[in-house]
């Protein structure tokens, strides 16, 4: 099992800027995902970066407002939200694949999760 403890969130104006912090710890992952799910819909795939390459990978949604990325030594991961939207407005969980698998970009593919921090982003 990975402990994973997620820190950033808050409120924003429109065009800000939050980063989101997610810290791992218990054992080692494959990758770690980013999810937001907003009221009344469903957990929506953001991003996702593989822990041993950094290779990352993005919803069309985000790429080129969103960077995801990792410090290996702190076990921690982050997800740089920029030129923010009020669509952009959820709960947004960080989330760990354990082992190797072909589901980076649903929710199915995932093992362990984050508490969650709410993004508000105000017009």
């Known amino acids: 099992q990975v402990q994973l403890v997620e820190s950033g969130g808050g409120l924003v104006q429109a065009g800000g800027s939050l980063r989101l912090s997610c810290a791992a710890s218990?054992?080692?992952?494959?990758?770690m995902g980013w999810f937001r799910q907003a009221p009344g819909k469903e957990r929506e795939f953001v991003g996702a970066?593989?822990?041993?390459?950094?290779?990352?990978y993005y919803a069309r949604s985000v790429k080129g407002r969103f960077t995801i990325s990792r410090d290996s030594a702190k076990n921690t991961g982050y997800l740089q939200m920029n030129s923010l939207k009020p669509e952009d407005t959820a709960v947004y969980y960080c989330?760990?694949?354990?082992?190797?698998?072909?589901?980076?970009?649903?929710?199915?593919?995932?093992?362990?999760w984050g508490q969650g921090t709410q993004v508000t982003v105000s017009s």
């Open positions: 218990g054992r080692t992952f494959y990758a």
């Open positions: 970066i593989s822990w041993s390459t950094g290779s990352t």
């Open positions: 989330a760990v694949e354990r082992t190797y698998s072909d589901y980076l970009h649903s929710a199915y593919g995932y093992d362990d």
